[in-house]
């Protein structure tokens, strides 16, 4: 056993000797923090080489867990946050404005994503991917008459066991919210608990599971009749699983917008502009859009990628119709309103 | 002896900036509200009130019921694997408790995801099913899944320190007890199993904490909607963004691990004294010694 120790020991040490040398040394690096499976590696990989930087990249699975980082010291200069979350951000101060003057590729910009409420002049952010949330479901086992029951279907009797909510509290309250005909914005503490005892009476009821990554592998082998998702997400099981279809209800749903934004902590500007721009290029904004299924707010790339790979496929687009709505920006107490009733949905 | 109590200011370094300060840290959030800002925080108890909600003591009472559940089917599956092991020749007991530590050489997370691969609707167990003919069984996201994950992750802490008491044990003893009459099953009772409760304690301290705090893999395994108490802590720091609640469930629960070592470890010393009558004083300590080195494996 010592003899053993020791072997691994010098293995250890020789490994570590090794990739001392291995590493080449770059003059800048880029701190970089996305969304899981939010990219084309090989674009980063070619910004790189451009550019001559190193760029550290690093992913989160929800805007709350990347404030949290933010929060906890972690320095990044450039993430890619949702607009409730870049509004928060903005309202907090800790952004940087946009060179716009470097963002070349400004007019590929889909000019519908710009000047939103959050941010209506652009000044903190620029445009990635944008999209829905809708139900994904399994042709073979969902009629189309049960869908016509809008959000509702999520608590029909017939698919107990069967159905994905999306694991997460903004989402969640949005499908109930909508279910009972309210806004997702809603502040109105009676319609916040109507919509809490609806996703109580949900979990009593139908049995769902909270996930959030996990359901896009598990559609794609139509694990369970439905599922709640993001509209990019939708888009790439559909490609793998022809039975799968995506669905909105009428009811209204989620409007939502990712973008870069640049944080105070960022010292080289021009680098972190020049990476946005290299991203929302109208090749590398294809490649990426192609690579994850997510609507990218580049036109050129969105006609390319919607006529070529994604042609009939209905969650590759985009719904903004009078009931749809972007989450807006939440005061701290109805924040804490509606965590606490989260909580208590999930502890159940 | 003297001379070398110096080495120990190292670790006591390490304790304090490691343990001490995180934990202060921790009983200074779970005391306050408002932000996460230093400057704007009042001290309150309103955080442990609001964990008094049925609805939250229900969390911690499922990770308890589950804690104990997993401790028992590693104790279990653990006691007769570690006793045969200890029945073997020497070099075969190497080679077999180099296979039972094997596992834990590959990352937790990836044992856990090959788990559901195994027991997703579609995985290997319901593939396997169907082909002959039986129906699908739904495992994924039930308690089931939970306990086999924990079970399987925790099992060789089980193991090992319960081998390393039983390898431990002077033979003359179990050979005078079947000398003075005493059948098989009476040999092992009252002697081998009784001198073999050190390791059994150290092995349900080393699953049982693990177990009511584990949130990888009742997140995996039992899917969001399966909350334990440490999904819940995890889920108010990360998602919720609470952190002085969280804090105040983390002292909670650390408070009941500390009560429950505390009884453990009361345990433990009149299982040693009453095992010192037999055994004759001198034999323990060196038999204690040996096996908290086990225990470290």
């Given at each position: ?160 066991g069967n ?55 598990a559609?794609?082998s139509s694990e369970k ?124 | ?113 090959a788990w559901m691969s195994i027991l997703s609707n579609n995985g290997i167990i319901n593939n396997l099913l169907q082909s002959i003919g039986l129906g699908r069984v739904h495992m994924m996201y039930t308690d089931f899944a939970?306990?086999i994950g ?71 395994l ?76």
């Amino acid at each position: 056993m010592k003899r053993f120790v020791k072997v691994m020991l010098c293995f250890a040490m020789v490994s570590l000797a090794l990739s001392g040398c291995g590493g080449r040394s770059y003059t800048h690096t880029l701190r970089v923090f996305n969304w899981g499976e939010y990219v084309d590696p090989d674009v980063i990989n070619g910004f790189q080489r451009e550019f001559d930087c190193k760029v550290v990249y690093e992913t989160f699975d929800s805007n709350e867990s990347m404030y949290t980082k933010l929060l906890g010291g972690n320095k990044y200069d450039i993430m890619v946050p949702s607009e409730y979350m870049i509004e928060r951000l903005i309202k907090e101060n800790l952004l940087q404005k946009i060179d716009w003057s470097l963002i070349t590729n400004k007019s590929s910009i889909d000019s519908k994503v710009l000047n939103q409420n959050f941010d209506k002049a652009n000044e903190y952010w620029v445009p990635y991917f944008y999209g829905n949330v809708g139900i994904v479901y399994d042709k073979t086992q969902v009629s189309e008459n049960d869908l016509n029951m809008g959000w509702e279907v999520l608590r029909n009797p017939k698919y107990k066991g069967n159905i994905y909510m999306y694991d997460s509290e903004r989402d969640s309250f949005m499908v109930a919210l909508k279910a009972l005909g309210y806004s997702m914005n809603t502040t109105n503490q009676n319609e916040i608990e109507e919509a809490y005892q609806w996703l109580i009476e949900q979990r009593k009821t139908m049995d769902p599971t909270y996930a959030a990554d996990d359901t896009i592998d598990a559609m794609k082998s139509s694990e369970k009749a439905m599922a709640v998702m993001y509209s990019g997400d939708a888009a790439a099981v559909m490609l793998e699983n022809p039975d799968i279809g995506f669905y909105m209800p009428e009811e209204g749903t989620n409007v939502w917008f990712d973008g870069f934004v640049v944080s105070k902590e960022c010292e080289n500007l021009e680098l972190a502009m020049n990476f946005i721009n290299y991203m929302i290029s109208d090749e590398n904004a294809l490649n990426n859009t192609l690579e994850v299924g997510y609507l990218t707010s580049n036109t050129v790339a969105a006609k390319e990628a919607s006529e070529g790979d994604f042609q009939g496929i209905n969650a590759y687009g985009i719904r903004m119709d009078q009931n749809d709505e972007v989450f807006a920006y939440q005061t701290q107490d109805v924040k804490e309103m509606y965590s606490d009733f989260w909580s208590k949905v999930k502890a159940q | 002896m003297k001379q070398y109590k110096k080495l120990v200011s190292p670790y006591c370094f390490w304790l304090f900036a490691l343990t001490i300060i995180p934990m202060m840290l921790i009983a200074f959030y779970a005391f306050t509200s408002k932000g996460t800002e230093i400057t704007t925080f009042q001290f309150t108890l309103d955080n442990f009130f609001k964990f008094m909600d049925p609805i939250f003591l229900s969390v911690l009472m499922r990770s308890l019921v589950l804690g104990v559940l997993t401790t028992a089917i590693c104790f279990l599956i653990g006691y007769p694997i570690a006793y045969m092991i200890a029945k073997c020749k020497e070099n075969t007991q190497t080679i077999l408790i180099l296979l039972i530590t094997i596992p834990t050489w590959i990352n937790l997370l990836m044992r856990t995801y090959a788990w559901m691969s195994i027991l997703s609707n579609n995985g290997i167990i319901n593939n396997l099913l169907q082909s002959i003919g039986l129906g699908r069984v739904h495992m994924m996201y039930t308690d089931f899944a939970v306990v086999i994950g924990m079970v399987y992750n925790f099992l060789p802490f089980m193991i090992l320190p319960i081998h390393t008491s039983l390898t431990n044990m002077d033979k003359s003893l179990t050979e005078a007890s079947m000398d003075l009459g005493a059948s098989r099953i009476q040999t092992f009772f009252k002697v081998t199993f009784r001198l073999s409760l050190s390791g059994v304690l150290t092995g349900i301290t080393m699953v049982f904490l693990p177990a009511i705090s584990a949130f990888v893999i009742p997140k995996m395994l039992g899917g969001g909607q399966y909350s334990l108490i440490g999904n819940f802590i995890e889920q108010q720091f990360i998602t919720v963004g609470n952190w002085h609640f969280g804090s105040a469930v983390s002292l909670v629960l650390a408070v009941i691990v500390i009560v429950l070592m505390a009884l453990i470890y009361r345990v433990e010393k009149r299982t040693n004294v009453s095992n010192e009558d037999e055994e004759g004083g001198n034999k323990r300590y060196g038999k204690r010694k040996k096996i908290r080195k086990g225990s470290m494996h």
